[in-house]
């Protein structure tokens, strides 16, 4: 888990930053996951997705003089292969687990894949110009 995701992810930062830093202009999206505040079992994955968090706020701070915006989208849960086959480990039909998980997100529906894509996309836009060393939590208003 740290290999892939805090190792993996330091060096495609390094080797992009140092392009970035030479053009004086990027934006970095780094895919973390509300798991890192914490999740019952999951401590491997929560440790790397909380590694990056810090990579992002760190690489924030020694980019921004450059003009590089470093931010993370940090999404809850989204409805994937890989999270329906958690219903099966579960011993849940695809249906309790989802009506499971709706009760849990205060907008009562499921993310998708396009709601986090949405944010990646804001947060590479010039809109997000001044948007940096921030974690965005998207989760349907789930709290932590």
Not at 28 to 46: I, K, P
Not at 60 to 70: D, M, R
Not at 122 to 139: K, P, R, T
């Amino acid at each position: 888990m740290i290999q892939v995701h805090c190792r993996g992810a330091f060096l495609c930062a390094r080797a992009a930053a140092q392009q970035m830093a030479e053009r004086r202009r990027g934006k970095m999206v780094f895919l973390s996951s509300t798991s890192a505040l914490g999740n019952r079992g999951q401590a491997n994955y929560a440790t790397a997705k909380a590694g990056i968090q810090g990579l992002v706020r760190t690489l924030a701070l020694e980019l921004g003089p450059s003009n590089v915006n470093v931010n993370a989208v940090a999404p809850g849960f989204v409805d994937t292969a890989m999270t329906r086959a958690v219903a099966g480990r579960l011993g849940l039909s695809l249906e309790d687990f989802h009506r499971q998980q709706r009760g849990r997100i205060p907008l009562g529906r499921l993310g998708q894949p396009e709601d986090i894509a949405r944010v990646i996309a804001f947060l590479c836009s010039e809109e997000a110009a001044y948007v940096s060393g921030q974690v965005l939590y998207v989760n349907g208003g789930r709290p932590s």
